[in-house]
Each structure stands twice: as C-alpha cells, then as structure tokens.
Nanobody, 115 residues
Framework: QVQLVESGGGLVQAGGSLRLSCVAS????????MGWYRQAPGKQRELVAT???????NYADSVKGRFTISGDNAKNTVYLQMNSLKPEDTAVYYC?????????WGQGTQVTVSS
C-alpha cells in the first residue's frame, strides 16, 4: 500500500505564493507519475499539474505561467510552487500517484486565497 502525505497549504492574500509538498511512502511498484488535483466547494475535482517519471510536465490552462510542479524521484516527493495566487485558486489540493497498477490519493490540503 502507498501513502501520500501533503503539506504546505494555508491562507494567503491574492498575489501571494505557497508551496505544496507531497511525500509518498510504502510499496510503490513503478512510479509513473505524480501530480496535483484540486476541488473547490460545489465543483468537480480538476487536474492542476502532473509530472511524469521522465520529467515531462503538463498543466491546466488556468495555472500555466503561475504554478510550477517539480519532483524528486529518489525521495518520491512532488512539489507545487504556486505564485500569483488568485481567489479562484481556493480549493482543497490533492496529491496523486500512479504506480503503473493503481492510482493513489492523499488526504488533501486546504489552500485559501483572500481577495
């Protein structure tokens, strides 16, 4: 079983920055990708960013140019640097990991951006 633990969420003013971290532990079969999703109240969970084991990344259009995903394969850790935050970025942010067999999810960390 794989466990994902997120940290770094909090309250920030619009225009500010936060850095989320997610550490994976347990029996990871073969790390394919890690990433971040978010879910705002009353909305569906949506993709924010993904980083693949080879280093390639993809982002939601709404965060391109503001958010940067990075990872450390040796530490099974993924980061999300969030700059120029907007009130519409307010959501619970979830880390995920796909190991070639199964998708795993963290418990989520709240990000609140005040206007």
């Amino acid at each position: 079983q794989v466990q994902l633990v997120e940290s770094g969420g909090g309250l920030v003013q619009a225009g500010g920055s936060l850095r989320l971290s997610c550490v994976a532990s347990g029996s990871i079969f073969s790390l394919n990708f890690m990433g971040w999703y978010r879910q705002a109240p009353g909305k569906q969970r949506e993709l924010v960013a993904t980083i693949f084991s080879g280093g390639s990344t993809n982002y939601a259009d709404s965060v391109k140019g503001r958010f940067t995903i990075s990872g450390d394969n040796a530490k099974n850790t993924v980061y999300l640097q969030m700059n120029s935050l907007k009130p519409e970025d307010t959501a619970v942010y979830y880390c995920n990991l796909f190991d070639g067999r199964k998708m795993y999810w963290g418990q989520g960390t709240q990000v609140t951006v005040s206007s």
